[in-house]
Nanobody, 120 residues
Framework: QVQLVESGGGLVQRGGSLTLSCAASKSLFSIDTMAWYRQAPGLARELVAQVTSGFNTYYADSIKGRFTISRDSAKNTMFLQMRDLKPEDTAVYYC??????????????WGRGTQVTVSS
């Protein structure tokens, strides 16, 4: 398993920017996929963006063009750069890591989350 710690959340006005960080307890080379999820009160947790060990990326339609996911293996850290933030982006953002095993079984880990609040 891997411990994940998010940071960088806060309060920002509409149109502002924030960068979230996720520090992992082990090398990112040993993690197949890392991702950012978010969950607003009363709503289901949703995938925001992900990046694989091969540096392939995926973005949800709701944030495409505004957020950028990246990973720094030397620092064992994943980032989410957010710009042009909207009130609907308000949520707790969670770091996620997945490692595939032989036989199709995957191990997964979650961070405890960091709050992002966007005011109108």
């Amino acid at each position: 398993q891997v411990q994940l710690v998010e940071s960088g959340g806060g309060l920002v006005q509409r149109g502002g920017s924030l960068t979230l960080s996720c520090a992992a307890s082990k090398s990112l080379f040993s993690i197949d996929t890392m991702a950012w999820y978010r969950q607003a009160p009363g709503l289901a947790r949703e995938l925001v963006a992900q990046v694989t060990s091969g540096f392939n990326t995926y973005y949800a339609d709701s944030i495409k063009g505004r957020f950028t996911i990246s990973r720094d293996s030397a620092k064992n850290t994943m980032f989410l750069q957010m710009r042009d933030l909207k009130p609907e982006d308000t949520a707790v953002y969670y770091c996620y890591a997945e490692t595939e095993k032989w036989g199709g079984v995957a191990s997964t880990d979650w961070g405890r989350g960091t709050q992002v609040t966007v005011s109108s």
